[in-house]
């Protein structure tokens, strides 16, 4: 079975689980702090990366309800559970691989742990169609698992029960990427704690288009 579609399936098997593990999960607020802080004043067209059950969605929202937010996943039950709690906002199952596709551009995007799911190659078209979406100025949240490439393969999680294929990039590489595409580099940040009884470096990347 295709890496991709197996961990689609896991995760879409989970989402009630994953909902209840990470609805309130407040290891990650500060970085989407600093994400509202650099957003623009006014109605903010945001578009979600891997939205998942609509966690992240609900944090933003509750923090700037003038957010106009569109949320993307390719698990149609975490699509579900996200418009079941985030009623203000429009979600569609949708693959990270086409959302060149999508009628219209964004003033910020928020990715937040797609790349692990992503090859180094998918990972290079993302960028660069997440940076075409954006409108002149507008601001990414990217956050992604450090480690070493040949560690990827299929891994266990106490939030998934089941296969989930997880990759791993060089953080400078993608740094590398998004300047290449003309992004400004805003912040950098890595977040070290236990993940599955396992040390985990989370790295939070903010950048800004000219």
Known sequence: MDKYQKTIETFNAVADKYW???????LYQA????????????????????????????????????????????APNMIKLARKHNQQAAYQVMDCRTIISLDQSFDAIMCGFCMPYLSWQDSLILIQDM???????????????EGQKANEGFHGSNSAKGAIYVHFHDIEEIQG???????????????????????TVDVFILARKP
């Open 177 to 199: 990427q998004l300047e290449l595409m003309g992004m400004g580099i805003l912040d950098v940040n890595r977040l070290t704690h236990i993940h599955n009884q396992k040390p």
């Open 31 to 74: 970085t989407y702090d600093g994400f509202i802080k650099h957003l623009p004043e006014g109605q903010v067209d945001l578009l979600e990366i891997a939205c998942g059950p609509g966690n992240v969605s609900r944090y933003l929202l509750n923090k700037k309800p003038n957010i106009n937010l569109l949320g993307i996943d390719l």
């Open 20 to 26: 209840d593990k990470f609805k309130d999960f407040e």
């Open 131 to 145: 940076c075409q979406l954006m409108k002149p100025g507008g601001l990414l949240y990217l956050s992604t698992t």
